[in-house]
């Protein structure tokens, strides 16, 4: 079974621009959640999309959207870019059900915003 | 104070030692815990997932979960070169957490041949 697919795995913006970051689950898994890495903060949790709908979300500004198509595939977005927002970001998929929260992430895509 | 505490490390062993790597917590409705492992520009990679208190072992890995004293641990045993990498905690609650996980600061590890 393939494993969560990320696109694209490299990305330089420059401030002020928006980035559309896309992620394919395992197959089956409806449930995908976004993170952010950064040296400083670590790993910390954006959203979480489970058959189209935002389940829960992280303390994270308004610039940060995602959103999941009914192949479970999803997207996130942020806007209005800024230095900080340079991180790798991650994607996880499960199967969204309850009890079962073992997540199995991509490789990630790193951000680098100039 | 973070809800999930991590040591940072680095940690340097060698070859065939057993390292402990810890994580501490202080939100007790957190009811499943998970070890990853993730090498340089690599995403995050399962290694153990436990649910609730008990001590758990896969090969070479062992995963214990003290909840009375919010306290995990993973023993890596016969320790390799290639398990050189950073080591992540996970934890989340019961329900509908909705797919977040808590995650520690992670620990780098490194194995010395």
């Known amino acids: 079974k393939a494993g969560v697919t990320q696109t694209p795995r490299y990305l330089i913006k420059t401030r002020g621009q928006q980035v559309t970051l896309s992620c394919s689950p395992i197959s089956g898994h409806r449930s995908v959640s976004w993170y952010q890495q950064t040296p400083g903060q670590g790993l910390q949790f954006l959203f979480e999309y489970f058959s189209e709908t935002q389940r829960n979300k992280g303390n994270f500004p308004g610039r940060f959207s995602g959103r999941q198509f009914s192949n479970s595939r999803s997207e996130m977005n942020v806007s209005t870019l800024e230095l900080g927002d340079s991180a790798l970001y991650l994607c996880a998929s499960t199967s969204g059900q309850i009890h079962q929260e073992t997540q199995y992430f991509g490789p990630g895509t790193r951000l680098l915003v100039l | ?113």
């Open chain 2, 1 to 113: 104070q973070k809800e999930v505490e991590q040591d940072p490390g680095p940690l340097s062993v060698p070859e065939g030692a057993i390292v402990s790597l810890n994580c501490t917590y202080s939100n007790s409705a957190f009811q499943y815990f998970m070890w990853y492992r993730q090498y340089s520009r690599k995403g995050p990679e399962l290694l153990m997932y436990t649910y609730s208190s008990g001590n758990k072992e896969d090969g070479r890995f062992t995963a214990q979960v003290d909840k009375s004293s919010k306290y995990i641990s993973l023993f890596i045993r016969d320790s390799q070169p290639s398990d050189s990498a950073t080591y992540l905690c996970a934890m989340s609650g019961f329900g509908n957490q909705g797919g977040k996980l808590i995650f520690g600061q992670g620990t780098e590890l490194s194995v010395k041949p």
